[in-house]
């Protein structure tokens, strides 16, 4: 298994930037393909971003696309959310996900971080 804990979630307000850090470990970095989700409160968890292995491949939701950035460091064994543009509806905790498969055409996630708060304000 890994370990993987968010950091980087805070208030800013519409149109503005953040940058999620989640580090990892316990196992190699490298043999996860990495995501991101979100939840707002009652609202379902939902899918936000993916990137695999090697990080050459990713996957967005299109609420997303063209406003957030994922990337990796495997050096680091970390993985990146860079979010700009953001709207009050972003507002969400904002999870780290690990899958034992790299991505394909889907990311089942079968380790979870902490997650972190981010707010977006209007």
């Known amino acids: 298994q890994v370990q993987l804990v968010e950091s980087g979630g805070g208030l800013v307000q519409a149109g503005g930037s953040l940058r999620l850090s989640c580090a990892a470990s316990?196992?190699?970095?490298?043999?996860?393909?990495m995501g991101w989700f979100r939840q707002a409160p009652g609202k379902e968890r939902e899918f936000v971003t993916a990137?695999?292995?090697?990080?050459?491949?990713?996957l967005y939701a299109d609420s997303v696309k063209g406003r957030f950035t994922i990337s990796r460091d495997n050096a680091k064994a970390t993985v990146y959310l860079q979010m700009n543009s953001l709207k009050p509806e972003d507002t969400a905790v904002y999870y780290c996900?690990?899958?034992?498969?790299?991505?394909?055409?889907?990311?089942?996630?079968?380790?979870w971080g902490q997650g972190t708060q981010v707010t977006v304000s209007s």
């Open positions: 996900a690990a899958d034992d498969y790299d991505l394909g055409y889907a990311f089942r996630a079968g380790y």
């Open positions: 316990g196992h190699t970095f490298s043999r996860y393909a």
């Open positions: 990137i695999s292995r090697s990080g050459e491949s990713t």
